[in-house]
Nanobody
């Protein structure tokens, strides 16, 4: 059964860093593009970053460029999101997602979702 499990969220002060992990079970995840989305209270779930099957090509929302780094360890079936220089506006539940063969920014293109991990950035 395909499953995604996030970890690594928490409370951090502005300017701090966190690394989120997304562990995937199921062999088919190695054939999917993967992504991170986030959802703040009262807002729509929004794209943060994504990477291709190989992990060589990465894509970021403008809000994440220069501060966040997405990566994946195919052997471990795990994806990461290193978040630096965090801001209070980054406070949200962060979700990992998988499903399409090619990277898209569209939430509906992703078939598999984790349960989410809370990131709270204090000012």
């Amino acid at each position: 059964q395909e499953q995604l499990v996030e970890s690594g969220g928490g409370l951090v002060q502005a300017g701090g860093s966190l690394r989120l992990s997304c562990e995937a079970s199921g062999r088919t995840f190695r054939t999917y593009a993967m992504a991170w989305f986030r959802q703040a209270p009262g807002k729509e779930r929004e794209f943060v970053a994504a990477l291709t099957l190989s992990g060589v090509s990465t894509y970021y929302d403008d809000s994440a460029k220069g501060r966040f780094t997405i990566s994946r360890d195919i052997a471990k079936n795990t994806m990461y999101l290193q978040m630096n220089s965090l801001k209070p506006d980054d406070t949200a539940v962060y979700y990992c997602a998988a499903g399409p063969k090619s990277v898209t920014y569209v939430r509906g293109d992703y078939n598999y979702w984790g349960q989410g991990t809370q990131v709270t950035v204090s000012s």
